[in-house]
């Protein structure tokens, strides 16, 4: 019944094509083909009554994928501490400094460590806030219906950025500990703060551009711009906080093996005579503090080779064993936009692998935005089966996806662990950065399968990247632009 009705559908559009073809609109033909088309059969009536008494995702769940799941992991990365990057969209500044910290972390030997997210969001939203002015002076002649400069306008000061753009800023302002410099609302909950610092610049765009108009040389309009930043530091510094040039931090150093020895023995000397330790007597505890620049703590203290980095993509939408970047992907105006080394999906995983191993975490980017719970901590293709409820196919490639703008990288995060069955991975632990209050304790479970559909780049270290991937980088890279769906 349902099939014939489909036909007839079919036949009546066809028919319609000529009372539509001339505006393309929606004909009382076809309406009626579109209602007729429709059959309210038993399963269609049980998602009806299901659907519009219940949430759509909650019915599309799927249960066998999650009778399956397990947090079991067969390596996992030494990590403490999950970071909330709130209401702000800088999860790739959480991420980058989370690949960081990790590492210094252990190096140093100390329980915990987060930097200062907010110190670099500052000096980001000042940075963009330049590029953005140095935008509109580049293309003061263009029309303002220019797609370039359409773009420029659209979104002046976002949260947004990438890893090159992480490198740009540590190695310029340096890093300061997260309890030098913490987080303030506005860095928590950044839309009014990014509204504000939009009107801003674009009502220092319209001044610039009538500056041009009367016959304002570039000198002239970059001495305005440097004014015109003097207003953007000043709303960055009542919303945040002015950043420091210097601080003093005090932290427990890490203690070698041979030094909690000697603390025990300390202890066990401590005992009373019944062998029983006094636990009302105060118990020593270690502080170092430091007097440092930002720079200076980056380089003494951190003291990591941002360069030793590189970024990777399974970009489905170019061929792969090339190098290419996309222009005006750049936070700092004399920075570097994202380039990248294109290469198989299995290649990216190895090399994820092998750093996961070794102890080192990754981070990566990808499509947060399908199959996956906040609530369960699940990333996994099929977790929501949409076709069975409708009846329909929504397949897409990954390339179809990226290419039709239904997959984007709009997340980073951080791979912490995985779980290897025969040498081939069956799901990654992922570290987030919204909390410990989503996912399961601030983790997700990735399977290899979404990783396969929705994960389209990792930043890893030279050392555990093949040497042919390395060469890709000594080609000149081709030049994208700045609408690609990578960007």
């Known amino acids: 019944m349902r099939t014939s009705n489909l036909l007839f559908a079919l036949l009546v559009l066809v028919g319609s094509r000529v009372a539509c073809a001339d505006g393309g609109g929606l004909g009382p033909e076809t309406i009626e083909a579109l209602q007729s088309s429709f059959e309210m059969d038993a399963h269609t009536r049980a998602m009806y009554n299901a659907i519009t008494n219940a949430n759509i995702t909650d019915l599309a769940l799927n249960r066998d994928l999650l009778r399956r799941h397990n947090d079991l992991y067969s390596h996992k990365v030494d990590v403490k501490g999950v970071t909330n990057q709130g209401s702000s969209g800088r999860c790739w500044l959480f991420a980058g400094l989370n ?34 002015l140095e935008y509109i002076i580049r293309f003061r002649n263009r029309d303002l219906m220019n797609r370039e400069l359409v773009m420029v306008l659209k979104d002046p000061c976002p949260d947004g950025g990438y890893w090159e753009n992480v490198v740009d800023l540590v190695n310029k302002y340096g890093l300061v500990p997260k309890d030098v410099y913490p987080e303030t609302n506005s860095s928590n909950a950044t839309r009014s703060m990014n509204g504000v610092l939009a009107q801003l610049l674009r009502a220092d765009a319209v001044r610039l551009r009538h500056m041009s108009e009367d016959g304002a040389s570039l000198r002239q309009l970059r001495e305005r711009k440097e004014e015109m930043l003097q207003d953007v530091y000043r709303i960055l510094a009542i919303n945040l906080g002015e950043p420091p040039t210097q601080f003093t931090w005090r932290y427990e150093p890490g203690k070698s093996d041979k030094k909690e020895q000697e603390v025990h023995d300390s202890d066990d000397a401590e005992n009373d005579e019944d062998g029983k330790r006094d636990d009302d007597s105060p118990t020593r505890q270690d502080i170092e503090e430091l007097v440092m620049t930002p720079r200076g703590f980056f380089r003494e203290f951190v003291d990591v080779d941002m360069g030793q980095w590189v970024n990777l993509f399974n970009d489905p939408t170019h061929p792969v064993g090339r190098h290419y970047t996309i222009r005006m992907s750049r936070n700092v105006a004399d920075g570097q936009d994202i380039h990248y080394a294109n290469i198989a999906i299995d290649t990216l995983k190895e090399i994820a692998i092998r750093s996961l191993l070794d102890g080192t975490p990754v981070m990566f980017a990808c499509n947060v935005s399908v199959d996956q719970s906040g609530e369960l901590g699940i990333m996994a293709d099929g977790l929501y089966d949409y076709d069975s409820i409708y009846g329909i196919d929504m397949r897409m490639s990954k390339a179809e996806l990226a290419l039709y703008r239904n997959g984007t990288r709009n997340h980073g995060m951080v791979f912490v662990g995985v779980d290897l069955h025969e040498g081939r991975p069956v799901k990654w632990r992922v570290e987030n950065s919204w909390g410990t209050d989503r996912g399961k304790g601030g983790y997700w479970a990735l399977y290899d399968g979404w990783f396969d559909q929705h994960v389209y780049n990792i930043i890893a270290l030279k050392k555990y990247v093949p040497e042919d991937v390395l060469q890709v980088f000594e080609q000149k890279p081709e030049v994208l632009p700045p609408w690609d769906p990578m960007l």
């Not at 910290?101 to 500052?122: A, I, N, W």
């Open 99 to 132: 690949q960081i910290r990790h590492r210094v972390r252990q190096r140093q030997g100390l329980k915990d460590l987060e930097f200062s997210q907010v110190y670099l969001t500052f000096w980001d939203k000042l940075e963009k806030s330049n590029t953005f």
